[in-house]
């Protein structure tokens, strides 16, 4: 599914300078989650703040199987979607610390195999920024697939012989996809398969222990069943698709907590250098139209006043809605993951209403 755009009204309560009203921050946040439960915007959700490496809030609200009789809580299993597609930014900027990966070099340098011209054409940067020109899920029969792929270049038969978009570098249009080329640079550059490389390099090192690629048909400890909330707004059971199609880009499924700590990593150094989260934060310069300013596998919401640079990723697949917020300037993580497909927009309205939350959990934070 594509969901790149944030609505105008939304980006500027972002940006807004955050007043706190309330002294129990975590009692008004639990409200929040409860809130949304009753107004039928989700089965179940998880939502948590984190300062510093340190959880100042976690909760849930709503039921994860199919009965309503098993309620979620802060060990819940859910998707991720999209919020992967940070990880794999990262595990690309982490090669290219190393020299083992240059970002303005042809892909075909690494995938010898992938079609020409388009290889000989697009480069690693242009995939992280969304700019190569390979289409999106041409449906959402395709998005929803059932097909199993054994290996990213399996999936590539997908995609590979469609027309590009546009020029590789010309435009932007964000596309999963490209993000599954993006994975396969990685193997070719590491030496080692995806799965494996993200779970040394990133999910090890931020001690995310509930955090792993899908298998389709898998049973999983603690893992939410999937709703959907269709268009009169009723919510219902929702059918497993297979994610193996888009593994790097929307495959990985996580905790809340393993969330906190990935975003904490990746504030405080152990992931990745400054300059490369700095880089991560850098918008090509190419027409975007209305969508959303975009880095490197993630969005940017702009400068808040409280806060300074506020980034994230959104999350939207069957079986979830979501959101991750990170404040680098102040090792702010705000996470929000539901079980519920096709309630993104309630997902990023919950993440701006935690934001004065979020401050006044900043402002009682002991110091260090």
Wanted: glycine share 8%.
């Amino acid at each position: 599914m594509r969901f790149n755009l944030i609505s105008p009204f939304l980006l500027v309560l972002f940006l807004l300078p955050l007043l706190s009203t309330a002294q129990d921050y975590q009692t008004q946040a639990s409200d929040l989650l409860q809130n949304a439960i009753a107004a039928d915007q989700y089965a179940g959700i998880t939502a948590a703040i984190a300062v510093d490496g340190q959880t100042r809030w976690i909760d849930s609200a709503g039921h994860c199987d199919e009965d309503r009789s098993t309620p979620c809580t802060d060990e819940t299993v859910y998707r991720i979607a999209s919020i992967t597609k940070t990880m794999t930014a990262v595990a690309a900027l982490q090669l290219v610390e190393r020299g083992a990966l240059l970002l303005d070099e042809p892909i075909a340098t690494y995938l010898p195999n992938y079609p020409k011209p388009a290889a000989t054409q697009i480069t690693s940067r242009m995939l992280l920024h969304h700019t190569s020109g390979i289409p999106a899920y041409a449906s959402g029969k395709e998005a929803e697939t059932q097909e199993q792929y054994n290996t990213l270049q399996e999936a590539f038969t997908i995609f590979q012989d469609r027309e590009l978009l546009f020029t590789p570098g010309s435009g932007y249009s964000y596309t999963s996809y490209g993000y599954v080329v993006l994975g396969a640079v990685i193997e070719a550059a590491s030496g080692q398969a995806y799965g494996e490389y993200l779970q040394e390099h990133i999910w090890n090192v931020a001690e995310m222990e509930h955090t792993g690629i899908e298998e389709f048909g898998k049973e999983y400890a603690a893992y939410s069943v999937f709703f959907t909330r269709n268009r009169k707004g009723k919510i219902k059971s929702g059918t497993a698709n297979n994610l193996s199609n888009r593994v790097p880009a929307g495959g990985v499924y996580a905790t809340v907590g393993d969330l906190l700590r990935f975003g904490q990593a990746l504030m405080d150094g152990r992931l990745i250098t400054a300059e490369s989260l700095a880089m991560m934060q850098q918008v090509p310069d190419v027409d975007r139209g209305q969508n959303n300013p975009y880095g490197m596998g993630a969005f940017l919401y702009g400068d808040n006043p409280s806060f300074g640079p506020v980034i994230g990723h959104s999350a939207e697949q069957t079986g979830v809605s979501g959101q991750i917020m990170m404040m680098p300037d102040k090792k702010l993580t705000v996470v929000v993951l539901s079980n519920t497909a096709r309630a993104w927009k309630d997902a990023v309205q919950l993440s701006v209403q935690l934001f004065p939350l979020a401050a006044q959990a900043l402002e009682n934070a002991p110091e260090n």
